[in-house]
T-cell receptor, first 111, second 113 residues
Framework: RKEVEQDPGPFNVPEGATVAFNCTYSNSASQSFFWYRQDCRKEPKLLMSVYSSGNEDGRFTAQLNRASQYISLLIRDSKLSDSATYLC????????????FGGGTRLMVKP | NAGVTQTPKFRVLKTGQSMTLLCAQDMNHEYMYWYRQDPGMGLRLIHYSVGEGTTAKGEVPDGYNVSRLKKQNFLLGLESAAPSQTSVYFCASVRDGINQPQHFGDGTRLSIL
């Protein structure tokens, strides 16, 4: 079983739609959580951190459920520019501050 | 402020050749990392460093060596390149602390023929 699992998609949605991605992690010692965005052939870029109480940044909402060990990302009012791969990332408390990446979920927003 | 810079951006090697990838950061970050990303897969950690003069193995270290002689630079070496090392390589850094996200360079695309 992978440490961080995501549905690879692709999720094909029309502009303006609301779309949600889930991610599950296996290590209960995981301490911090992030969503990164990666455009084709580009480097991953931080989209948002995920806090225990849930957090929102404009059209993006992230939720964390520690009991069930999953993280979610909700995108409202999808834009064409949201088309990308979304990476779920988990940090287990360790000396190297190492991150474990999910395989990513691909989103394609159509006109 | 350049952030994390990787050189070269692209390289084609023949099997058995050696090369070094350079990662430089100007943010005074303590921790630096080398990842590889293959089609359809997430990023996998090759080696990392928690400070100048230190290195440690990640998930997929075989066939690679690293050095962190200066705080701002983290070098990844391939002593004898193999086709299985064809990949996109990303370097990342973080100041310190567990709750901080990593900052990535824009990648090196390496092909081994």
């Amino acid at each position: 079983r992978k440490e961080v699992e995501q549905d690879p998609g692709p999720f094909n949605v029309p502009e303006g739609a609301t779309v949600a991605f889930n991610c599950t992690y296996s290590n209960s010692a995981s301490q911090s959580f992030f969503w990164y965005r990666q455009d084709c052939r580009k480097e991953p870029k931080l989209l948002m951190s995920v806090y225990s109480s849930g957090n929102e940044d404009g059209r993006f909402t992230a939720q964390l459920n520690r009991a069930s060990q999953y993280i979610s990302l909700l995108i409202r009012d999808s834009k064409l520019s949201d088309s990308a791969t979304y990476l779920c990332v988990v940090n287990i408390r360790n000396a190297g501050n190492m991150l474990t990446f999910g395989g990513g979920t691909r989103l394609m927003v159509k006109p | 402020n350049a952030g994390v810079t990787q050189t070269p951006k692209f390289r084609v090697l023949k099997t058995g050749q050696s090369m070094t990838l350079l990662c430089a950061q100007d943010m005074n970050h303590e921790y630096m990392y080398w990842y590889r990303q293959d089609p359809g897969m997430g990023l996998r950690l090759i080696h990392y460093s928690v400070g100048e003069g230190t290195t440690a193995k990640g998930e997929v270290p075989d066939g690679y060596n690293v050095s962190r002689l200066k705080k701002q630079n983290f070098l990844l070496g391939l002593e004898s390149a193999a086709p299985s090392q064809t990949s996109v390589y990303f370097c990342a850094s973080v100041r310190d602390g567990i709750n901080q996200p990593q900052h990535f360079g824009d990648g090196t695309r390496l092909s081994i023929l």
